[in-house]
Structures are given as structure tokens and as C-alpha cells.
């Protein structure tokens, strides 16, 4: 395909050069001619040939405007002059220089076309050529103008169907770098996000299983039974961890339109069954769809909020409400435990906030008259839609 202008420019250039060479030799051959007549021919015929190729070349110049005008110039005063003295149309034409600049024309030269039209009534006007012949010369000029004009059109179309496959290709190679550098990053955010996973909700209960055996290894030999009683507990914790485990494997490969609500009901139901804790849960509001993303961070701050409440509060009761608002979606957590600093800084709190931060959301935690301890999110719909 991309050699296709190259083969009709060659073409025509070909074709044309050729026309040339025949009216050259028609010259010599021609008898009747005086030596002053014979080379001031000449001289015209080559001026005709050359002068316009100094415009336009194939693949070296591409000045078409001036190729159109010094054709029309030289060429066609040569055969206007052919004609007026020769008194037969057609015994010389203009049909191969008339392709040649309907092929190279422009806007800017688009009004040689009459001029080329009416070149052979110079004939009708200045000598005695019938206006017959005149009018089938200027029609057959047309004619082949428009051809040249049309093989243009064909030309420039495969030429811009060469250059529209070109900069598909390239588009696709960018695009294909440019997904796997998608590829790359969401592989790396993954790995990023199960890290923060795995510490946040296996680190705590980690650093507390190895706590606890140092302190059951020293006191082996002066407590046996206490180290008996912490040896299962934390036999206790380590399966709790394996269940933990388990629950964020299973949470890599779940689908994206597991229900908020659902998880939430089953994570009560297990802390419920493990710990005996008194839980309220209710939902306000229109319940809607939400990403992973928040799902994910919901669930989280429900955890660590639920651990604290336990293992630092000594909770009793808790109570949990989800509210989708038109806007947002509102997280609260209370419980009855022990009242919790509102600056404290703890790895938990942390992450907490973090977790909420980058969904562009609010994090509070504050004891509501030394009773209640509260944990309060607010999260955007918008701003975690345009994240996803």
C-alpha cells in the first residue's frame, strides 16, 4: 500500500517524459523543417520537458503549483502553437500534459482547467482548424485532465489509508505499553493493599501470640498451670489468626457485588458466636451499591473498631449503624467500654484513618459523656466512584 503513490507518481512522470520523447522524434523525422525552425523547436520542446520537472520530481520536489504553470506555459503555447500552423488537430494534443497537471493540481491552480479547456480554440481563433475538431480536442483534454484528477483522489486515498494504518499501529503499540503499565501498577497497589491487609489484621494478634509465649516461656519452671491456661489461649489466638487468614484469602478472589450489608450481618454473627458480646446493628436509609474499595474499608474499620472495643474497652454492648445518605456513607460504631483518649495515636487508630483518608472521607473517635465511645465515618460516594 505505501507503494502506491510512488508507483503512480513514477507513472505519470514516465508517461509524460515519454510524450516528450515522441513529439521530439516527430520533429526530427518531419521533413519541410529549416534548420532555424528545427532548433527553435527543439529548444521549445525541451524547455516544455525540463522547466516543469524543476518544480516537481518524484520523491525529490513537490512543488505541484509550479509544475501546473510552467506546463501550462511552455507546453501548452507549444501546442497552441501546433495547432494554429498544422491546421490539424490531430496531428498533436495536449492529452498527456492535460493528465499530468489534473494529477498534480491544487486549489490554487484549479483555474488552469478552463484555460487547458479552451486552448485548442486557439486554432478555431488564429488558424483554420474546424470548430468540430476544436470541440472534440478540448473535450478529449477534459477528459484527461479529470482522469488525472481522479487517479489523484485514488492516490491520496491510499496514501491516507497508509498513513491512518500507521498511526493505528502506533496507537496500539502505545496502548499496548500503556496497559501494561496498567497492568503494572494495579499489580503493585495490589500487593500494596493485601500487605496493609495482612498487618492490619493480622499484625496486632501476631506481636500478642508472640508476647505471650516470652512470657510463658518464664514461667515455665515456677508456674506450670498458669502456663498451661496461656499456652491455650493462645492456641486460641493462633486459630483465630489461621481464621483470619483464611478470610482475606477468600476476600482476594470474592466478587465485586458481594453485598456491604451481608458481610457486616456475617462478621456480628461470628464475633457474636466467639465472644457472647451484646451487638445492635440497623441500617437507615436507601441501601445502594457500593465499590470494593469502600466495602473493603468499611469492613476493616468495623474489625479494628469491634477489636479495640474488646480487648482495650472490655465492651459489653456495641452498637453498629450503617446510613446511606444521597451523598455518602456513614459508618458509626459505639460501645460501652472503657473511654478512649480522642488524640491518642495508636496503630489501629492509624490505620483507620488512613484507610478513610484515601477515600477522601472523615474519621472521628470521641466518649460521648465518659459512657459511649464512638467511631464515626463518613465517606463520599463521588469521590470513591472516581477512584475505582
Known amino acids: 500500500m505505501k507503494k502506491?503513490?510512488?508507483?503512480?507518481?513514477?507513472?505519470?512522470?514516465?508517461?509524460?517524459?515519454?510524450?516528450?520523447?515522441?513529439l521530439m522524434l516527430q520533429i526530427f523525422l518531419k521533413s519541410g523543417y529549416s534548420n532555424q525552425q528545427l532548433f527553435g523547436n527543439t529548444i521549445w520542446l525541451l524547455a516544455a520537458f525540463i522547466i516543469p520537472i524543476l518544480g516537481w520530481f518524484p520523491q525529490l520536489r513537490r512543488n505541484k503549483s509550479w509544475f501546473s504553470l510552467s506546463e501550462l506555459l511552455f507546453g501548452g503555447s507549444l501546442f497552441a502553437y501546433s495547432i494554429i500552423h498544422m491546421h490539424q488537430v490531430a496531428s498533436v494534443s495536449y492529452l498527456i500534459p492535460s493528465l499530468a497537471i489534473g494529477y498534480?493540481?491544487?486549489?490554487?491552480?484549479?483555474?488552469?482547467?478552463?484555460?487547458?479547456?479552451?486552448?485548442?480554440?486557439?486554432g478555431l481563433l488564429f488558424g483554420e482548424v474546424p470548430w468540430n475538431l476544436v470541440i472534440?480536442?478540448?473535450?478529449d483534454n477534459l477528459l484527461f485532465l479529470f482522469i488525472g484528477i481522479w487517479v489523484r483522489f485514488i492516490t491520496k486515498a491510499y496514501h491516507d489509508k497508509h498513513a491512518l494504518a500507521q498511526e493505528i499501529n502506533e496507537q496500539n503499540r502505545l496502548l499496548t505499553q500503556y496497559a501494561s503499565e496498567i497492568e503494572r501498577m494495579t499489580l503493585l497497589e495490589e500487593r500494596n493493599r493485601m500487605s496493609k491487609e495482612l498487618h492490619d489484621t493480622l499484625g496486632h494478634s501476631f506481636i500478642s501470640l508472640i508476647m505471650g509465649l516470652d512470657a510463658a516461656i518464664a514461667l515455665m519452671n515456677s508456674k506450670p498451670d498458669l502456663v498451661k491456661k496461656k499456652l491455650m489461649d493462645l492456641r486460641v489466638l493462633t486459630e483465630d489468626n489461621l481464621n483470619e487468614m483464611r478470610d482475606i484469602v477468600h476476600e482476594i478472589g470474592e466478587e465485586e457485588e458481594v453485598n456491604l450489608i451481608i458481610q457486616t450481618r456475617a462478621l456480628i454473627t461470628k464475633l457474636q458466636h466467639h465472644t457472647g458480646v451484646n451487638i445492635r446493628f440497623a441500617v437507615k436509609g436507601a441501601e445502594r451499591d457500593v465499590s470494593f474499595e469502600i466495602r473493603q474499608t468499611v469492613i476493616r474499620v468495623i474489625q479494628e473498631s469491634f477489636t479495640n472495643a474488646l480487648k482495650h474497652g472490655k465492651a459489653t454492648e456495641i452498637e453498629l449503624i450503617l446510613h446511606f445518605t444521597a451523598t455518602d456513607l456513614q459508618l458509626i460504631i459505639r460501645n460501652n467500654g472503657r473511654p478512649i483518649d480522642k488524640n491518642a495515636s495508636g496503630f489501629g487508630l492509624t490505620s483507620m484513618k488512613n484507610r478513610i483518608g484515601s477515600l477522601s472521607g472523615s474519621f472521628s473517635i470521641d466518649s460521648v459523656m465518659n459512657a459511649w465511645t464512638?467511631?464515626?465515618?463518613?465517606?463520599?460516594?463521588?469521590?470513591?466512584?472516581?477512584?475505582?
Open 4 to 22: 502506491i503513490p510512488f508507483i503512480m507518481d513514477w507513472g505519470i512522470f514516465i508517461l509524460r517524459s515519454y510524450n516528450y520523447i515522441v
Open 104 to 122: 498534480l493540481l491544487t486549489r490554487r491552480t484549479v483555474w488552469i482547467i478552463p484555460i487547458i479547456v479552451l486552448l485548442p480554440a486557439t
Open 136 to 139: 472534440g480536442s478540448s473535450t
Open 374 to 388: 464512638e467511631v464515626r465515618c463518613v465517606i463520599p460516594y463521588k469521590e470513591v466512584e472516581s477512584n475505582v
